[in-house]
């Protein structure tokens, strides 16, 4: 997703897939895609974060497991796995519910880390409450895409994660 560089918890990742303009054009505007039978439905981070950029022809798709099952997280390019450093966001950001902290990756690019559990949670709420597909923040404001790293505090965790750029 133009810049943007995302980070998965490796541990409730399945597999990644790709996402053809084909595969888009077969599920009718619907975000949801046929894996092997199974039909799963996906958040695209692009519309999620109102980035807006260019897609590429094939996308992927992260599969996670989660409480709610399997859902799909649709990203430009998987990066590969990594080992992170978690830092929190601070007080000012606690109220953005679907990032859990932030990294800097090995080629220095800091990366949000998103909580998928939080994401799949939203946005099945959303699309019971009639309003599925539209990005929400935790306050009910726009989405926002912009965080100062400057706000940064704590100390870090460390884990396996999954990089992917949006």
Known sequence: MGDACFVLPLSITLECIELTRQDIARANGKHIANVRGELVPYIRLREHFNIRSQAP?????????????????????????????????????????????????????????????????????????????????????PPENIVDFRALAGKGSAGPSASARV
């Open 57 to 141: 022809d094939i996308e992927q798709i992260m599969l996670v497991e989660t409480r709610e099952g399997r859902f799909g997280f649709v990203v430009d390019q998987v990066l590969g796995n990594c080992q992170t450093v978690i830092k929190s966001l601070g007080r000012f950001y606690r109220q953005v519910q679907v990032v859990s902290g932030a990294t800097i990756l090995g080629n220095g690019t800091v990366a949000l880390i998103l909580d998928p559990e939080r994401m799949i949670q939203n946005a099945v709420r959303e699309e019971a409450h009639g309003r599925g597909g539209r990005p929400s923040t935790a306050h009910g404001g």
